[in-house]
């Protein structure tokens, strides 16, 4: 008893230590109004965020313009620079003495502002952690991402990762959850797909449910695919189970052309069965393919019509083969 006791009151310590260090960067951050930024290491393993425009699949320009009230974040697979990227700099907007805005970027991405921005050296990762972690608790716009939530996502550190899994908690917003497993999943490599694993599978909400399975998927976890389908076998809500479907198509497993096929003949439910057919043309390679097998299969009636509708969407040439054939 006596140690638990010490362990549970060295936990609380480390927490109340966190804060004060968050608080006392606050403090440093909002000294006077305006931009400011800090450097800390970014996470290992994810290419660092960044702006771009593209036009068709070709990147035109590459920045971010920090006076724009518009914000989107993009990866391009491309950027070799990007990749070497091992420091992210945290920008702030100081209004009246708070922080309104946070962003963050890679350090190799140009940014544009008319502001002079007020560099802070030296901030400790997890002090920058814990700042942000509070903003987005103190956030009143509706967008957690507004004040931080992404920026704390790229943090190096398993202190990041445990913020993160905080944000998703139930004691918190609907919105803010979501994104904070989407962020899990996007920069945290195995151990965010182990925080949203266990809510996509025990969350009481079939909405959040269905939102971690999307988590999930964009996760590079190895396993990722494979509780997804586990999902997709058992979950209670026949919406959610076709979520799973969808997104097991968008993964590029070369597992999935059979495991959603094989669903419509062990899934009970009608509706079910009408979105996997649909998750059947989701899929990057095969689809046609899978569709007229579906055709010539032992399926029901409801779910060959379903196929013949989407392949008729198609229009391949496999497709156009195909009625040709029937129609004879």
């Known amino acids: 008893m006596r140690q638990v006791t010490l362990l549970a009151a060295t936990a609380a310590l480390g927490l109340a230590s966190a804060h004060a260090a968050g608080n006392e960067l606050e403090s440093r951050v909002t000294a006077s109004d305006g931009l400011v930024a800090y450097s800390v290491p970014i996470v290992s393993g994810v290419q660092a965020p960044c702006c771009f425009t593209i036009h068709g699949s070709t990147v035109t320009r590459k920045g971010c313009n920090l006076d724009g009230r518009g914000w989107s974040l993009t990866i391009d697979n491309d950027d070799r620079q990007a990749a070497l990227d091992d420091t992210l700099t945290v920008y702030l907007r100081v209004e009246r003495g708070q922080i309104s805005r946070v962003r963050a970027v890679g350090a190799s991405c140009p940014v ?3 502001s002079t921005v007020r560099w802070i050296e030296s901030v400790d990762p997890a002090s920058s952690i814990a700042m942000l972690s509070s903003l987005v608790d103190r956030n009143v716009t ?17 202190a990041a990762t445990r913020s993160l899994a905080m944000h998703a908690e139930p004691s918190h917003r609907s919105k803010e959850r979501e994104q904070a497993l989407f962020w899990l999943g996007q920069t945290r490599g195995i151990e965010g797909a182990d925080v949203i694993e266990r809510y996509a599978t025990t969350d009481a909400d079939p ?7 999307f988590a999930l998927s964009q996760s590079k976890a190895p396993d990722a695919y494979a509780h997804i389908l586990a999902i997709a076998h058992r979950d209670p809500a026949g919406h959610v189970r ?12 070369e597992r999935a052309k059979d495991d959603i096929v094989a669903a419509l003949k062990s899934e009970s439910s009608d509706e079910v069965r009408e979105e996997v057919v649909f998750a059947i043309t989701q899929l990057e390679d095969g689809a046609d393919e899978a569709l007229i097998a579906v055709l010539r299969g032992d399926y029901p009636r409801a779910v060959k019509k379903q196929a013949l509708f989407w392949l008729g969407e198609s229009g391949s040439p496999k497709a156009m083969a195909y009625f040709d054939e029937a129609l004879k």
């Open 207 to 213: 909405q959040l449910r269905e939102h971690a399975i």
């Open 242 to 253: 076709s979520q799973a479907y969808f997104w097991l198509a968008q993964m590029d497993d």
């Open 142 to 158: 509706g967008d957690p991402d507004d004040h931080g939530l992404d920026a704390l996502a790229y943090h190096a550190g398993t």
């Open 112 to 114: 544009q502002t008319a």
